[in-house]
């Protein structure tokens, strides 16, 4: 794997900040000093970085009910606070799985499993996301054809594969997908405003009754679950 990723496992922080450790000259592979960004650490490695050997921590899977407001994001902005808030300290490294619009709340998954984020959040691999939608008027049902078919946004069509009526103004959505804000955007080119978007499910993954603003450690059966839904063995 790529040394930032490596050294982001090892909770050194993000990617990013993993890259300005290797590029300050601060990493050694095998007793060599590396400054490049491509390094590729393999299976056995010795990775030293600021003066000690750093190794992945074991994997941890965390799901966390994000509340509005809340930036899916390490660093704060205008003051809002971040899901890193709302973690126990020793979860504080965990990258998140995905994201959550500052407005959007729901289910957020947190781990330091790089192989299975990678794989939920491919495109080529579809895992669905599921989402309660609550709109700011009685929504048309006629339109339910123009979310499956897709509305074209900067990004290309976007579309639901599943649309299911709740309420007058309340709908379930299941997108494959992952362009950014899509719902949002999909039902602002209808006419609609989205008042409150709540994420209940990744795959088999459910919120539940989790309640807002806590986080629980995922059970080994759900871990496997989501690696089916993923593609892994």
């Known amino acids: 794997m790529r040394l930032n990723r490596y050294l982001a496992l090892c909770g050194l922080g993000s990617r990013r900040a993993c890259e300005e450790i290797i590029l300050g000259g601060s990493v050694r592979v095998n007793g060599r000093p590396v400054?490049?960004?491509?390094?590729?650490?393999?299976?056995?490695?010795?990775?030293?970085?600021?003066?000690?050997?750093?190794?992945?921590?074991?994997?941890?899977y965390l799901v966390l009910h994000k509340p509005s407001?809340?930036?899916?994001?390490?660093?704060?902005?205008?003051?809002?606070?971040?899901?890193?808030?709302?973690?126990?300290?020793?979860?504080?490294?965990?990258?998140?799985?995905?994201?959550?619009?500052a407005e959007s709340e729901g289910l957020l998954l947190l781990s330091n499993d790089g192989a299975l984020?990678?794989?939920?959040?491919?495109?080529?691999?579809?895992v669905e996301k599921e989402y309660e939608v609550i709109l700011d008027r009685a929504f048309d049902t006629q339109l339910v054809p123009k979310l499956l078919k897709g509305i074209y946004l900067?990004?290309?069509?976007?579309?639901?594969?599943?649309?299911?009526?709740?309420?007058?103004?309340?709908?379930?959505?299941?997108?494959?997908?992952?362009?950014?804000?899509q719902i949002r955007r999909m039902f602002a080119a209808l006419g609609y405003k989205v008042k409150r978007l709540t994420r209940t499910?990744?795959?088999?993954?459910?919120?539940?009754?989790?309640?807002?603003g806590l986080c629980r450690e995922l059970s080994a059966r759900e871990i496997e679950s989501l690696r089916r839904a993923a593609g892994q063995r």
């Open 35 to 60: 400054r490049e960004l491509a390094t590729m650490v393999e299976p056995g490695d010795t990775v030293v970085a600021r003066g000690r050997v750093v190794r992945p921590a074991s994997s941890r």
């Open 69 to 101: 407001g809340c930036l899916s994001s390490r660093q704060s902005q205008g003051g809002k606070p971040t899901v890193y808030d709302l973690l126990p300290p020793e979860a504080s490294t965990l990258p998140h799985v995905g994201r959550l619009d």
């Open 117 to 126: 984020a990678q794989a939920l959040t491919h495109p080529s691999r579809h």
């Open 154 to 181: 900067e990004e290309g069509r976007a579309k639901a594969s599943q649309v299911h009526i709740e309420g007058a103004n309340k709908l379930r959505v299941v997108l494959t997908q992952g362009i950014n804000r």
């Open 201 to 212: 499910r990744l795959g088999p993954l459910r919120l539940g009754r989790l309640p807002r």
